[in-house]
């Protein structure tokens, strides 16, 4: 049986990390190197670096950043943020990112997805999806949040799957930072209607809402920043946990 993994997510801007509340009222909380480094040390599984507003302000993502972390962690990390381009791509892998998120791009330009697939495999090439619920049914945002797409979430999970992503990272705005949860529900959703491993992200509060994703959400990895960030949650005793509800994962 696969095991279940736990990323600690660091958003970054301005090359600090910072965490905000349904992705509002940000800031900052510590350095994205050391932080990581840290992490890793706990048992981490993978870590996730997002420049959340690299797409907004039309720049690129963080290079020099991303080769400091590569030299200081020894576990498997994913960045996005800014990422439209093969080029990118090539630059983040070259500095030592093992995978790459895209979210707005994908949407942008769905054949994208292929294409980064095609040159990179599958396995590096992550798309990031936010979704809130709203009148009914999750819809898709971009932009980090601040715009709503005409497009359904499940639906654009299977086409993301389609066009050659190896894997999705679910953001749940609508219970992003409030600790009260993941969205089950709709990670259950998508992670019975795709093949590739699907990350939870938005709401972790307590042990139990990890377990409660890996069980009835039936996610492959759980995401979470602030009960880390602030040390609500400390990764041995989380996985410790898991472990003795029957929740397989790497000790």
């Not at 992705?23 to 670096?49: K, M, S, T």
């Not at 959340?52 to 943020?81: C, H, M, Q, W, Y």
């Not at 994908?106 to 798309?127: E, H, M, W, Y």
């Amino acid at each position: 049986m696969l095991t279940k993994r736990i990323i600690p997510c660091m958003d970054i801007q301005n090359g600090k990390i910072v965490k905000g509340i349904n992705f509002l009222n940000i800031r900052e909380v510590g350095d994205p190197v050391e932080q990581g480094q840290y992490y890793a040390q706990q048992g981490a599984d993978e870590l996730v670096y997002l420049d959340i507003t690299a797409t907004g302000e039309k720049r690129k993502v963080f290079l020099s950043l991303v080769t400091d972390i590569a030299k200081t962690i020894n576990i498997p990390f994913t960045v996005g943020g800014g990422i439209s381009t093969l080029d990118d791509v090539s630059a983040l892998l070259d500095a030592g990112a093992d995978k790459i998120s895209i979210n707005s791009a994908a949407v942008k330009d769905p054949k994208l997805i292929t294409s980064l697939a095609n040159r990179f495999g599958s396995q590096c090439i992550v798309v990031a999806i936010d979704t809130k619920h709203e009148q009914e049914e999750w819809c898709v945002y971009v932009h980090g949040g601040k715009t709503k797409t005409p497009l359904k979430t499940t639906d654009w999970a299977k086409q993301a799957e389609e066009l050659g992503a190896g894997e999705i990272l679910l953001t749940s705005m609508n219970n992003d930072g409030v600790k009260g949860g993941f969205a089950n529900d709709i990670t259950k959703a998508i992670s019975q209607a795709l093949n590739i491993p699907v990350i939870a992200s938005g709401g972790a509060g307590s042990m139990e809402h990890f377990a409660d994703v890996f069980t009835n959400g039936s996610a492959d990895a759980a995401l979470a920043a602030s009960v880390f960030h602030y040390k609500e949650i400390e990764i041995p005793a989380l996985k410790k946990y898991l472990s003795t509800h029957n929740i397989p994962v790497r000790i």
